[in-house]
């Protein structure tokens, strides 16, 4: 009977003793259950540094200014807000009459060459000399046209009115103006809208 129970006892420490190395032990912090770690390491688990861990989930995200980008230079809206501001500005300059200038001749007449110094988009004007039309509607293309303008003594005024401003305004122009001797006289742009006139005066002496 003796060797029966210092047998059991012998088995239940056997027993309890390989359960012990098994299962490892728990620790109850907080309310839950962490494995037991020697150090800061686990044998099942790899190395977690707790605090590292927090730092980076408390992290705030970088706020984005979505006025600038990183090297602070004006947005693409930035951009087409300040174009579209001169352009209004630009197309209130071109709703005014434009004077070209003035110059001298001893000829009896001048020729006048323009064309449109841009986009060929289907530019129109109308010219007048003096009050007199001379072309009602004459279409601006990539080439010059010749004009030959007859002079009276004295004051001349030649007007040319933007009658549309094609399919991309404003209306716009290079003009050039040569004396009777072939010497260039005027080398002019235009950018008119629709109505406005661009004038030039010419003194015969």
Same mark, same amino acid.
Request: proline share 3%; glycine share 8%.
């Given at each position: ?5 210092? #047998?059991?006892?012998?088995? !239940? ?9 098994? !299962? ?7 309310? #839950? !259950?962490?494995? %037991? ?7 099942? /688990? ?56 003035? $110059? ?26 003096? +009050?007199? $039309? !001379?072309?009602?509607? /004459? ?21 040319? &009115? ?12 290079? /003009?050039?103006?040569?004396? &009777?001797? +072939? ?12 109505? %406005?006139?661009?004038?030039?005066? $010419?003194?015969?002496?």
């Amino acid at each position: 009977m003796k060797k029966i129970s210092l #047998s059991l006892l012998l088995f !239940i420490l056997a027993f309890n003793f390989i359960q012990a190395q098994e !299962i490892p032990s728990t620790k109850n912090t907080g309310g #839950s !259950i962490k494995p %037991a770690t020697s150090g800061s390491n686990s044998v099942f /688990l790899p190395r977690v540094n707790n605090e590292t861990e927090d730092i980076f989930m408390k992290k705030e995200e970088p706020k984005i200014n979505m006025r600038q980008d990183k090297n602070g230079l004006l947005t693409e809206g930035d951009r087409v807000a300040a174009e579209w501001k001169a352009d209004k500005k630009a197309k209130g300059e071109y709703a005014k009459d434009q004077y070209l200038g003035d $110059v001298k001749t001893n000829g009896k007449f001048v020729e006048l060459y323009c064309r449109d110094h841009e986009f060929v988009d289907g530019d129109r004007v109308k010219i007048t000399v003096n +009050g007199e $039309v !001379i072309f009602n509607n /004459l279409a601006l293309t990539g080439s010059y046209k010749p004009i030959l303008v007859t002079l009276q003594s004295g004051f001349n005024t030649i007007e040319f &009115e933007a009658l549309n401003q094609g399919l991309s305004g404003p209306n716009t122009a290079m /003009l050039k103006v040569f004396g &009777e001797d +072939g010497q260039q006289l005027v080398s002019k742009e235009w950018n008119l809208l629709t109505g %406005a006139k661009a004038s030039l005066m $010419v003194v015969k002496q």
